[in-house]
């Protein structure tokens, strides 16, 4: 009996956040704005804050990942990623000039302090603090003197891609990658699995990768294959 070949678990990691992997739709202001902050050469004076805002599975996290990653390819250590579950840095005097903060309105009293020194330490030399929220900055329940300096600066809502873009968009990325979604498998894709564009991607760039080990076409077997592996099947998806 021959065995099926052993799938590195890298293949089944979710792949770390980028610009261009980010499905722009109506969020063109907000992606330019953060692209900007990652440019050090850039001769614009960048503002002390950028709050981006929305419902879940918007992409808020993928956009903070994401400029944090690019700022510091060219220059590691230039940004700080963080989330309000993490423990923070003990020293709020960081060297970044770039900290970005995913669910900034769930902080707690210490993180917030931390914040607002960090956020002293950084902007006066030119630094910027990104964050993200469910609502707009002004109801997060934050001390006063933090929420006013996180809404200082750029507000942006982050707003879904529409549903009825979701199969263009698949399509699309499965292009770059270098091979064709077959209508049968993007239906699949789209009625038995999570909707958000974070968990779409992973099952394109899952199959794909899965396609290439086992030398197999991309068809539904195999993509129910991954699911089942993966854990990623939403048996209500279809009903979105």
Not at 55 to 66: D, I, M, R
Not at 125 to 142: E, H, Y
Request: charged share 20%; aromatic share 8%.
């Amino acid at each position: 009996m021959v065995q099926a070949p052993q799938i590195p678990f890298d293949f089944f990691a979710p792949t770390p956040a980028s610009f261009d992997s980010f499905v722009v739709g109506d969020n063109a202001e907000v992606v330019t704005s953060l692209y900007a902050l990652t440019d050090r050469a850039s001769p614009v004076k960048p503002p002390p804050a950028v709050a981006i805002w929305g419902g879940p599975t918007v992409g808020k996290s993928h956009l903070l990942a994401a400029t944090a990653a690019a700022t510091n390819a060219d220059n590691p250590g230039a940004a700080v990623l963080l989330a309000a579950g993490d423990a923070f840095p003990a020293d709020p005097f960081v060297s970044a000039r770039l900290i970005c903060v995913d669910d900034a309105d769930r902080l707690t009293a210490a993180q917030q302090g931390w914040l607002f020194t960090a956020f002293n330490h950084i902007v006066p030399s030119g630094g910027t603090v990104v964050v993200s929220g469910r609502t707009p900055p002004a109801q997060w329940p934050l001390r006063d003197d933090l929420r006013t300096r996180l809404g200082s600066g750029l507000i942006f809502e982050l707003v879904a891609i529409p549903q009825d873009a979701l199969p263009g968009a698949l399509a699309e990325h499965a292009a770059r990658r270098g091979f064709q979604l077959s209508d049968e498998v993007l239906t699949y894709i789209l009625n038995r699995s999570r909707r958000d564009v974070a968990s779409l991607w992973q099952i394109v760039n899952g199959i794909d990768a899965l396609s290439l080990a086992r030398k197999r076409a991309v068809t539904v077997p195999l993509l129910r294959e991954y699911l089942a592996r993966n854990n990623l099947s939403d048996s209500g998806a279809s009903e979105v």
